[in-house]
């Protein structure tokens, strides 16, 4: 969405103090795309009220919306909301990086309650937790009662 308005292109034009080549790759950064997004909906509303920006803001995300609802896309979000239920949380641990730096490969273990109930391995350690998640994710559905029961899925 901060692509779409051109959000990176209006920072880089009030961006004075920043040399070219920093001032670039930070105005396409996706995290600071998405933190100049959140500042400007949130000085929308500090200056204009929920009420007044409300439509603008469904209609800007409501395709984004649609995919996430009915789209699966991450496995830690989704573990650690379905622990959150029961007032449950998820840590994740590396138990190894293994390769030189330019290849390396993790893997890692979500543990609830102490006890390892997924790995995974990846090419990062984001994508080796998300494989910890959703190997976690299988356990806990399979095992009776350890996470609600989601009608939407």
């Given amino acids: 969405m901060a ?5 990176g292109r209006r920072f880089a034009a009030q961006a004075t103090d920043l040399q070219d080549a920093e001032l670039e790759r930070l105005s396409d950064n996706r995290n600071v795309l998405a933190a100049l997004l959140e500042a400007v909906l949130g000085a929308l509303f ?3 009220g929920f009420p007044a920006i409300e439509r603008a803001v469904v209609d800007a ?3 984004r919306i649609d995919y996430a609802l009915t789209t699966h896309v991450d496995h830690k ?17 590396v138990l190894s990086a293994e390769g030189p730096a330019h290849e390396r490969h ?5 543990v609830v309650d102490g ?3 997924g790995s995974g391995v990846g090419s990062s350690k984001k994508a080796a ?18 996470l609600p029961e989601d009608e939407d899925r």
């Fill in 3 to 7: 692509r779409e308005l051109g959000l």
């Fill in 46 to 48: 500090l200056e204009h």
């Fill in 106 to 110: 993790f893997t890692c273990a979500a």
């Fill in 77 to 93: 979000t989704e573990l650690q909301e379905a622990l959150a239920r029961s007032g449950r949380q998820v840590a994740y641990v």
């Fill in 129 to 146: 937790e998300q494989e910890a998640a959703r190997e976690a994710l299988s356990r806990l559905g399979g095992t009776s009662g350890l």
């Fill in 61 to 63: 995300f409501a395709a």
């Fill in 115 to 117: 006890e390892q109930l």
